[in-house]
């Protein structure tokens, strides 16, 4: 009798032992797998749209090795070399310029930007600034900085300032929205202002992420100053065009040369800063 009791209960266990099924984040196995096949399709209609055939892919390898050919050895001669180091100074100064322009109106962005200590009507504007700046890519603002300020080195840092705002203020808010709330509440208690609970409540809390922050985008906008020449607004960019245009490929093979090390060095330095200050 117990045996007969007792198999109904252990046949129905198997039975869903075997029915388990994965969860899936779709609403059912069949979405699921219209999805993955429509992105299959997307990406088999893009890979057709580019039209890339075999013969086009070898004669581009041949194209490639005779520019690399073309390319070495990299220019050494002591003039070139003058105006490349020059140009490289002025890459580093913009992006230095822009950095701390871009951060010093990046951080009133960022507090209006976190909702935990800001009001709703400059949370969404702050928010819509954010998402304005992060819109547009930089090469873009760029060459609208120079149309309206001409050709030099303030282009480039009207333009990587303005990149700077959208990351910045977007990740320095959402640490600001990450704090914790306990601390700011006490020093309110003690009849702190708004402004004195921002000081002494927030601020402390993420200084470290903010030094963090401030570095790795100094390190991108290193980056990024080497490439907004390209469209006339300073730096080592300008000069890599030129090249570009006059056919001096072993000069363009030294200006990448020049960059790498610089991007290099650049990289060394914000990593072991951020290491020191978290």
């Given at each position: 009798?117990?045996?007969?009791?007792?198999?109904?209960?252990?046949?129905?266990?198997?039975?869903?032992?075997?029915?388990?099924?994965?969860?899936?984040?779709?609403?059912?196995?069949?979405?699921?797998?219209?999805?993955?096949?429509?992105?299959?399709?997307l990406?088999?209609?893009s890979?057709?749209?580019?039209?890339?055939?075999?013969?086009?892919?070898?004669?581009?390898?041949?194209?490639?090795?005779?520019?690399?050919?073309?390319?070495?050895?990299?220019?050494?001669?002591?003039?070139?070399?003058?105006?490349?180091?020059?140009?490289?100074?002025?890459t580093?100064?913009?992006?230095?310029?822009?950095?701390?322009?871009?951060?010093?109106?990046?951080?009133?962005?960022?507090?209006?930007?976190?909702?935990n200590?800001?009001?709703?009507?400059?949370?969404?504007?702050?928010?819509?600034?954010?998402?304005?700046?992060?819109?547009i890519?930089?090469?873009i603002?760029?060459?609208?900085?120079?149309?309206?300020?001409?050709?030099?080195?303030?282009?480039?840092?009207?333009?990587?300032?303005?990149?700077?705002?959208?990351?910045?203020?977007?990740?320095?808010?959402?640490?600001?929205e990450?704090?914790?709330?306990?601390?700011?509440?006490?020093?309110?208690?003690?009849?702190?202002?708004?402004?004195?609970?921002?000081?002494?409540?927030?601020?402390?809390?993420?200084?470290?992420?903010?030094?963090?922050?401030?570095?790795?985008?100094?390190?991108?906008?290193?980056?990024?100053?080497?490439?907004?020449?390209?469209?006339?607004?300073?730096?080592?960019?300008?000069?890599?065009?030129?090249?570009?245009?006059?056919?001096?490929?072993?000069?363009?093979?030294?200006?990448?040369?020049?960059?790498?090390?610089?991007?290099?060095?650049?990289?060394?330095?914000?990593?072991?800063?951020?290491?020191?200050?978290?």
């Open positions: 009798m117990a045996t007969e009791s007792s198999s109904p209960a252990g046949s129905t266990g198997a039975a869903n032992r075997r029915s388990w099924q994965r969860p899936t984040a779709f609403r059912s196995r069949r979405v699921k797998w219209l999805v993955y096949g429509l992105v299959l399709a990406i088999a209609w890979v057709a749209s580019l039209q890339i055939t075999p013969a086009r892919f070898l004669s581009g390898i041949g194209y490639g090795y005779e520019l690399i050919d073309s390319m070495l050895p990299p220019e050494t001669g002591n003039e070139n070399m003058l105006r490349l180091f020059d140009r490289m100074i002025e580093i100064a913009m992006a230095m310029v822009a950095t701390v322009a871009g951060i010093a109106i990046s951080l009133p962005v960022a507090f209006g930007a976190a909702e200590i800001s009001p709703k009507p400059t949370y969404y504007l702050s928010r819509g600034i954010i998402s304005a700046t992060r819109a890519d930089g090469l603002v760029a060459i609208i900085a120079v149309i309206a300020l001409g050709f030099g080195p303030l282009a480039g840092i009207v333009a990587i300032s303005f990149k700077t705002i959208g990351f910045f203020s977007k990740l320095f808010a959402e640490d600001l990450d704090i914790d709330m306990g601390g700011v509440e006490a020093v309110r208690a003690t009849g702190a202002s708004r402004f004195q609970s921002l000081v002494y409540g927030v601020v402390p809390q993420v200084v470290p992420r903010f030094a963090g922050l401030a570095v790795y985008r100094w390190d991108i906008n290193i980056r990024s100053s080497t490439i907004v020449g390209i469209v006339g607004a300073g730096g080592i960019g300008v000069l890599l065009q030129r090249a570009y245009q006059r056919y001096e490929y072993d000069y363009v093979a030294a200006i990448l040369i020049a960059i790498i090390a610089v991007v290099l060095v650049a990289e060394f330095v914000s990593a072991l800063v951020r290491r020191r200050v978290q």
